[in-house]
């Protein structure tokens, strides 16, 4: 039941023998590590039996198309913003489609992400953040020094707003990240006034109440590098997230699960779209 999001791979054919894993290293760099054929007892995960079963429905996470949701025409907006409504109560998370980010911009994002992943070691050192606020972290587990069993993925975690931040390398990524968290803000602005108004209020209140305008902004990746014994690792567990809306891009390998009544349900990525998280901050205040 490992939850994935951006920068996936598939597992690579085991070879020889397993190592230990380095200190502070990447998981990455312990899944290049030549002959690797097993993981490190730190990272087997093991399933707890009375874990909610995969469910075998044919039900599919609601569709929100947010050109219906900023329409100009009352009906079709009305109606965007009941199905809105209803997706938050009943899910918790719902696709956005015809959003007014571009698809290059999106892969423009991963691609740079990638690209700080790529980076070696001693270039992502400098970032190993030990505080969760400071601007600029990445990482692996959430805390490696006393964390029984260490997740199989790395993490970089940036604040873009109230105050833009971003590494210097790769060259390009401060520009991308720019562009790129600007549009999405906007975006999320518009669905939580959507959200807003289907709890009957003002589309503002929620922005004013929860002052957004100067609201944190956190651009997060992670990354699932091969893993010789998937069975047995575990990219995230399962969570809630503790903000007010994520606004996910899935890339076209799966592996993301959300749960919904009683049951766990594969996330199936749609091209070009966001998987919208209903955060435990909208939860609080609805």
């Given at each position: 039941?490992?939850?994935?999001?951006?920068?996936?791979?598939?597992?690579s054919e085991a070879t020889a023998m397993s190592h230990p894993p380095p200190k502070r290293t990447s998981i990455?760099?312990?899944?290049?590590?030549?002959?690797?054929?097993?993981?490190?007892?730190?990272?087997?995960?093991?399933?707890?039996?009375?874990?909610?079963?995969?469910?075998?429905?044919?039900?599919?996470?609601?569709?929100?198309?947010?050109?219906?949701?900023?329409?100009?025409?009352?009906?079709?907006?009305?109606?965007?913003?009941?199905e809105l409504g209803k997706a938050c109560q009943d899910w918790g998370f719902f696709m956005v489609i015809n959003?007014?980010?571009?698809?290059?911009?999106?892969?423009?994002?991963?691609?740079?992400?990638?690209?700080?992943?790529?980076?070696?070691?001693?270039?992502?050192?400098?970032?190993?953040?030990?505080?969760?606020?400071?601007?600029?972290?990445?990482?692996?587990?959430?805390?490696?020094?006393?964390?029984?069993?260490?997740?199989?993925?790395?993490?970089?975690?940036?604040?873009?707003?109230?105050?833009?931040?971003?590494?210097?390398?790769?060259?390009?990524?401060?520009?991308?990240?720019?562009?790129?968290?600007?549009?999405?803000?906007?975006?999320?602005?518009?669905?939580?006034?959507?959200?807003?108004?289907?709890?009957?209020?003002?589309?503002?209140?929620?922005?004013?109440?929860?002052?957004?305008?100067?609201?944190?902004?956190?651009?997060?990746?992670?990354?699932?590098?091969?893993?010789?014994?998937?069975?047995l690792a575990m990219g995230l567990p399962p969570h809630s997230d503790h903000g007010l809306l994520t606004l996910?891009?899935?890339?076209?390998?799966?592996?993301?699960?959300?749960?919904?009544?009683?049951?766990?349900?594969?996330?199936?990525?749609?091209?070009?779209?966001?998987?919208?998280?209903?955060?435990?901050?909208?939860?609080?205040?609805?």
């Amino acid at each position: 039941m490992a939850a994935t999001a951006p920068l996936v791979s598939q597992p690579s054919e085991a070879t020889a023998m397993s190592h230990p894993p380095p200190k502070r290293t990447s998981i990455k760099a312990l899944a290049e590590l030549p002959g690797l054929s097993s993981i490190p007892s730190i990272y087997n995960f093991s399933t707890d039996p009375n874990d909610e079963a995969l469910s075998d429905t044919t039900e599919s996470i609601p569709i929100i198309d947010f050109s219906l949701l900023t329409s100009t025409i009352p009906h079709e907006r009305s109606k965007a913003i009941r199905e809105l409504g209803k997706a938050c109560q009943d899910w918790g998370f719902f696709m956005v489609i015809n959003h007014e980010v571009s698809e290059s911009m999106m892969k423009a994002i991963i691609e740079a992400c990638r690209g700080f992943f790529e980076l070696t070691e001693e270039e992502k050192q400098e970032f190993q953040g030990k505080h969760v606020l400071d601007p600029i972290r990445c990482g692996t587990s959430f805390n490696v020094s006393s964390d029984k069993v260490l997740f199989w993925r790395d993490f970089l975690k940036i604040f873009q707003h109230p105050q833009f931040h971003a590494p210097s390398n790769p060259p390009a990524f401060s520009e991308i990240a720019l562009e790129y968290s600007k549009r999405v803000r906007q975006l999320a602005r518009e669905i939580i006034g959507g959200i807003s108004e289907s709890l009957g209020l003002e589309d503002d209140y929620i922005d004013k109440a929860l002052n957004l305008e100067n609201g944190l902004q956190v651009l997060a990746a992670n990354f699932y590098p091969p893993c010789p014994q998937p069975e047995l690792a575990m990219g995230l567990p399962p969570h809630s997230d503790h903000g007010l809306l994520t606004l996910l891009i899935q890339n076209e390998i799966g592996g993301l699960q959300v749960l919904h009544k009683g049951k766990w349900i594969n996330v199936n990525p749609i091209p070009n779209s966001f998987l919208a998280n209903i955060g435990d901050h909208i939860e609080v205040h609805s």
